[in-house]
């Protein structure tokens, strides 16, 4: 079986679907860790994507505090608490991928607009996509024009076009589809 970086992901928000439906923190519960572990015994990929997922989501789990502050930030009308649970887990999913290193942004965008497509509502891509959007832009240092090296070339492809990924789009408007409240 092929594995891939999304079957790692989708396993990855499996889990964390799982720890934020449990109604105390999991992280710090041996059993309901390994249920969790256990659960994606039937998911996409192999035992090391289940792995590989499960650790994803740990991580991305550690930083959930950190990544629903950005987010709040951004989404003042739709507090976390209020978007639906697939897209909040998504949104810390892809702020932590961005945010630790692990994956370049914009692929980071890319992937969870796929998710959001995949197992969320119709308008849940178009929310995800301009919350991860003004995060991205918020959290990049830009450098100039003035800064560019003057031997580099004009017509060198950008991140998107290396990783096939389209570039993302600011939404004009960012408003979770559905009210969870």
């Not at 492809?157 to 990924?165: E, L, Q, R, S, Y």
Request: hydrophobic share 35%; with cysteine.
């Amino acid at each position: 079986m092929t594995t891939t970086a999304r079957d790692r992901r989708r396993c990855a928000l499996q889990v964390l679907y799982q720890f934020d439906a449990a109604t105390d923190d999991p992280s710090g519960d041996a059993d309901a860790l390994r249920i969790a572990r256990e659960s994606l015994e039937d998911s996409a990929g192999d035992e090391e994507t289940h792995q590989a997922g499960f650790d994803l989501a740990c991580a991305a789990w550690a930083t959930r505090s950190e990544a629903d502050a950005t987010v709040a930030a951004l989404t003042p009308d739709w507090p976390t608490h209020r978007q639906p649970v697939v897209d909040r887990n998504i949104l810390r999913l892809a702020y932590y991928e961005m945010t630790s290193g692990v994956t370049p942004p914009k692929v980071a965008i890319n992937e969870a607009v796929e998710l959001a497509k995949e197992f969320s509502t119709e308008k849940s891509p178009l929310f995800i996509n301009g919350v991860l959007d003004k995060i991205y832009k918020t959290g990049r240092d830009e450098p100039s024009e003035a800064d560019a090296p003057t031997d580099a070339p004009t017509d060198a492809p950008t991140d998107a076009a290396i990783v096939g990924a389209p570039e993302p789009t600011e939404a004009t408007e960012t408003a979770p589809p559905g009210d969870q409240g």
